[in-house]
């Protein structure tokens, strides 16, 4: 089993491809537009989140990250001109498909958290500037992401924003106390050596969570889907479009701000992910099954949009913080 949630772990991506593949079969064989599945979402809602904030270790913002001209940019830029990035998209691209605008009106408004860890480390960025900025960022979602889904998304669909924000509270504090009280709980009675060793299957707990949410909400909205093949394209061209958007952006910013490289990509990194968890769980449980849709194949395109901008375009992107050029080849 363990080295069953070490390899989802690794190939989300994969995973994710697979699953939405099967939930469109099965709902087309099945036809499940009429089932609830908000029960199910809220169960893989708490099998995401709890592993995954059990894991971060927000003690440790007091001891971590003293650049706060990094900091209060990379916030800037994970909450305002991220969603101002969606909203563009959304009344572009997504017009006249607000459902689907909601998507990306998501993406934009709830920025990365613990995963800009993972990737600040296998980037080579900053990872204690990083550790700062995920759990100072997830601290803030419940604050500002409702205000920006409310005045972005508000006027193409109706948004119950205290709900929004109970919500938002809801999926992260009770996961973040639970999870700081299990952390407290493992390491008194077992060791901190054991909490280490078992830490890193939690991501991949937590992917089961979005598993399950990608699977019954794709199923659910596969007729719709079927017969409408070009949303795929669709939602993957708006997507596609955020995600350069937003990385030109931050290393222009970057640039400006004269980050070297450890300190750029974390900005770069923070723009351009966005939580998935977070995301899904608000689709899954407030909104319609196609805002789901929307937003469940962005694990796949997300990954491969990171793994490119790390491996293919960082070299780049260091030369450039360092020189002021940008290299073609």
């Not at 809602?45 to 592993?51: A, S």
């Not at 948004?159 to 009770?174: C, E, G, Q």
């Amino acid at each position: 089993m363990g080295q069953l949630l070490l390899n989802i772990k690794k190939r989300l991506y994969i995973y994710v491809a697979v699953d939405f593949i099967l939930a469109l079969a099965f709902g087309l064989f099945f036809q499940m537009q009429e089932m609830n599945i908000r029960p199910i979402s809220m169960v893989a809602v708490f099998i995401m989140l709890y592993p995954m904030l059990t894991g971060m270790v927000v003690e440790k913002v007091k001891e971590a990250g003293r650049n706060y001209k990094l900091i209060a940019t990379t916030l800037f830029f994970a909450f305002f001109v991220a969603s101002g990035t969606a909203y563009v998209v959304s009344r572009t691209v997504f017009s006249g498909q607000p459902e689907l605008a909601l998507g990306i009106i998501l993406v934009g408004a709830i920025p990365c958290s613990n995963m800009l860890i993972g990737w600040s480390g296998i980037a080579d960025a900053s990872v204690e500037d990083a550790l700062v900025i995920a759990v100072i960022g997830l601290l803030l979602i419940p604050i500002l992401s409702p205000l920006i889904v409310h005045y972005s998304g508000g006027p193409i669909i109706p948004i119950h924003t205290k709900k929004l924000i109970l919500n938002l509270l809801f999926y992260i504090l009770v996961p973040m106390i639970l999870g700081y009280l299990t952390r407290k709980t493992i390491i008194r009675k077992k060791g901190m050596p054991y909490f280490m060793q078992i830490k890193e299957y939690f991501p991949g707990i937590s992917a089961i969570g979005i598993l399950l949410i990608v699977f019954f909400s794709v199923a659910k909205v596969a007729p719709q889907v079927v017969q409408h093949p070009l949303v795929f394209l669709l939602v993957a061209g708006g997507l596609f479009l955020y995600y350069v958007t937003q990385t030109a952006l931050a290393v222009v910013a970057a640039k400006m701000f004269r980050f070297d490289y450890a300190q750029g990509m974390i900005l770069i990194l923070a723009a351009t992910a966005s939580s998935q968890a977070i995301a899904l769980a608000l689709a899954a449980t407030m909104f319609s099954s196609l805002t789901v849709f929307a937003l469940s194949f962005k694990p796949v395109l997300q990954v491969l949009y990171i793994m490119f901008l790390i491996y293919a375009l960082g070299p780049r992107v260091r030369v450039f913080l360092r020189s002021g050029t940008f290299p073609s080849d």
